[in-house]
T-cell receptor, first 111, second 113 residues
Framework: RKEVEQDPGPFNVPEGATVAFNCTYSNSASQSFFWYRQDCRKEPKLLMSVYSSGNEDGRFTAQLNRASQYISLLIRDSKLSDSATYLCVVNLKTGANNLFFGTGTRLTVIP | ETGVTQSPTHLIKTRGQQVTLRCSSQ?????VSWYQQALGQGPQFIFQYYREEENGRGNFPPRFSGLQFPNYSSELNVNALELDDSALYLC????????????FGPGTRLTVL
């Protein structure tokens, strides 16, 4: 079973739309949670951390539900520049503190 | 930019060959992690180095090995290359104790023919 599962998409949405991505994680001992963004043929970049209390950064809102082991990302008022792959990431914080990545959800924002 | 650099950018090898990939971490970062990202997949953890020693390893065979140098730069070595080793290899640097925040380099794209 994969540590992190995501719907790979693709999601094709018009500019200005609201889009939501979800992922689930399998290990209840997971300690830290993130969304990363990866542009085509580029490295992943941290978009935002995810907390149980939820957090918002401009048009982006991330939420964590520990009981359901579920993480979400909401993008409001989509821009063309939001087109990318969004990776759900967890850190068990055991041993090497390595990050476990989902397969990513591909988003294309259409003019 | 993150300040993490990797070389080479691209590499083409044939099955059975050996390859060495290099990573220079961000200034002051003493921990380097290596990831393999196959096409259409998320990055998979290979191993991490801290203070020149392996500090954890993912589900990769022993033909994947690494080094970290006193200046915290790192190498990933892969022996007996297989076709499935074709992937983007990413290194990420971080500070020990703050490995939640990992800064990725641009990656090396390895193609095995």
């Amino acid at each position: 079973r994969k540590e992190v599962e995501q719907d790979p998409g693709p999601f094709n949405v018009p500019e200005g739309a609201t889009v939501a991505f979800n992922c689930t994680y399998s290990n209840s001992a997971s300690q830290s949670f993130f969304w990363y963004r990866q542009d085509c043929r580029k490295e992943p970049k941290l978009l935002m951390s995810v907390y149980s209390s939820g957090n918002e950064d401009g048009r982006f809102t991330a939420q964590l539900n520990r009981a359901s082991q579920y993480i979400s990302l909401l993008i409001r008022d989509s821009k063309l520049s939001d087109s990318a792959t969004y990776l759900c990431v967890v850190n068990l914080k055991t041993g090497a503190n390595n990050l476990f990545f989902g397969t990513g959800t591909r988003l294309t924002v259409i003019p | 930019e993150t300040g993490v650099t990797q070389s080479p950018t691209h590499l083409i090898k044939t099955r059975g060959q050996q390859v060495t990939l290099r990573c220079s971490s961000q200034s002051g970062h003493n921990t380097v992690s290596w990831y393999q990202q196959a096409l259409g997949q998320g990055p998979q953890f290979i191993f991490q180095y801290y203070r020149e020693e392996e500090n954890g390893r993912g589900n990769f065979p022993p033909r994947f090995s690494g080094l970290q140098f006193p200046n915290y730069s790192s190498e990933l070595n892969v022996n007996a290359l297989e076709l499935d080793d074709s992937a983007l290899y990413l290194c990420a640097s971080s500070l020990a104790g703050s490995t939640d925040t990992q800064y990725f380099g641009p990656g090396t794209r390895l193609t095995v023919l």
